[in-house]
């Protein structure tokens, strides 16, 4: 029995990206046709005329990135989805943790084969539903991560003002160890010390690295560069251990969104 023809989309903003990709699809008997895209604008309309089964998306593009032009794809006729990346590792690490495919840049003839075999057997098994909702899922988790680090950044915080005795302690944010919420203060630990500020859990978090700090609890917000391990703990709750042996409780609650940060399961 003859397999079904498929088509496919091919969006990059970088010309010899597109034609690399291009001239691999042309050597599969099973690719159809093939439609190529510059940039973002033009990928939402060309998936959305042309109803694609596989799309191949940058997704650093200038303007309208790939996880933009996913957000305007019409969801009941989501095409299999397969990720071209330079190196960024956040997006690779949550690829890995959803099991959606990627291509990273620059990628051999084996590791394109298959990654389009496994695009294509999605597609003639219909097993696109599932891949979509887990696509969507990560999709959306990442550009909210992304875009609460856009919106801070330019009010990023480097280093802390603490006063004491008359005087004002500066303190570099990434010798903080963990913080601690206190009522309408917060509590700094450095290095075996602790210091005392006033201002609320909430608002510091909106002024931290959101890929450095992390909110483990509601009242702890932890330096993810000095955590060693983390231990199960009851009902899906974790103690994150600290280099320096502190031990912290993370909520089952947040477990899943420091899975994506860290890349991993657990």
Same mark, same amino acid.
């Given at each position: 029995?003859?397999?079904?023809?498929?088509?496919?989309?091919?969006?990059?903003?970088?010309?010899?990206?597109?034609?690399?990709?291009?001239?691999?699809?042309?050597? %599969?008997?099973?690719?159809?046709?093939?439609?190529?895209?510059?940039?973002?604008?033009?990928?939402?309309?060309?998936?959305?005329?042309?109803?694609?089964?596989?799309?191949?998306?940058?997704?650093?593009?200038? !303007?309208?990135?790939?996880? &933009?032009?996913?957000?305007?794809?019409?969801?009941?006729?989501?095409?299999? $989805?397969?990720?071209?990346?330079?190196?960024?590792?956040?997006?690779?690490?949550?690829?890995?943790?959803?099991?959606?495919?990627?291509?990273?840049?620059?990628?051999?003839? !084996?590791?394109?084969?298959?990654? +389009?075999?496994?695009?294509?057997? &999605?597609?003639?098994?219909?097993?696109?539903?599932?891949?979509?909702?887990?696509? +969507?899922?990560? $999709?959306?988790?990442?550009?909210?991560?992304?875009?609460? %680090?856009?919106?801070?950044?330019?009010?990023?915080?480097?280093?802390?003002?603490?006063?004491?005795?008359?005087?004002?302690?500066?303190?570099?944010?990434?010798?903080?160890?963990? $913080?601690?919420?206190?009522?309408?203060?917060?509590?700094?630990?450095?290095?075996?010390?602790?210091?005392?500020?006033? %201002?609320?859990?909430?608002?510091? !978090?909106?002024?931290?690295?959101?890929?450095?700090?992390?909110?483990?609890?509601?009242?702890?917000?932890?330096?993810?560069?000095?955590?060693?391990?983390?231990?199960?703990?009851?009902?899906?709750?974790?103690?994150?251990?600290?280099?320096?042996?502190?031990?912290?409780?993370?909520?089952?609650?947040?477990? !899943?969104?420091? &899975?994506?940060?860290?890349?991993?399961?657990?």
């Amino acid at each position: 029995m003859n397999r079904p023809n498929l088509t496919a989309v091919v969006v990059d903003d970088e010309p010899l990206a597109r034609k690399r990709i291009l001239d691999l699809l042309q050597k %599969e008997p099973d690719i159809a046709a093939v439609v190529e895209c510059p940039d973002g604008y033009a990928a939402v309309e060309a998936v959305s005329k042309q109803t694609p089964d596989l799309v191949f998306l940058d997704v650093q593009m200038p !303007e309208k990135d790939g996880f &933009q032009v996913l957000a305007e794809l019409p969801k009941d006729a989501m095409p299999v $989805i397969i990720f071209v990346t330079a190196y960024d590792q956040y997006a690779i690490q949550a690829f890995e943790v959803h099991a959606v495919d990627y291509l990273l840049k620059p990628f051999d003839d !084996e590791r394109f084969a298959q990654a +389009l075999k496994r695009a294509q057997e &999605q597609v003639r098994h219909r097993e696109t539903s599932s891949f979509n909702r887990k696509l +969507l899922e990560l $999709i959306e988790a990442y550009r909210q991560d992304v875009h609460s %680090e856009t919106s801070t950044k330019t009010s990023l915080i480097d280093r802390f003002v603490i006063k004491e005795r008359g005087e004002a302690l500066l303190i570099k944010a990434e010798d903080v160890d963990y $913080i601690e919420g206190e009522g309408v203060y917060v509590r700094l630990h450095s290095n075996g010390a602790s210091y005392l500020m006033r %201002e609320s859990m909430t608002s510091l !978090e909106e002024k931290l690295n959101p890929r450095t700090f992390f909110r483990i609890h509601r009242s702890t917000i932890v330096n993810l560069e000095r955590v060693k391990k983390l231990v199960p703990y009851f009902h899906g709750d974790y103690i994150v251990v600290l280099n320096d042996g502190t031990h912290l409780k993370l909520t089952r609650s947040r477990r !899943e969104k420091l &899975q994506r940060r860290l890349g991993t399961s657990f």
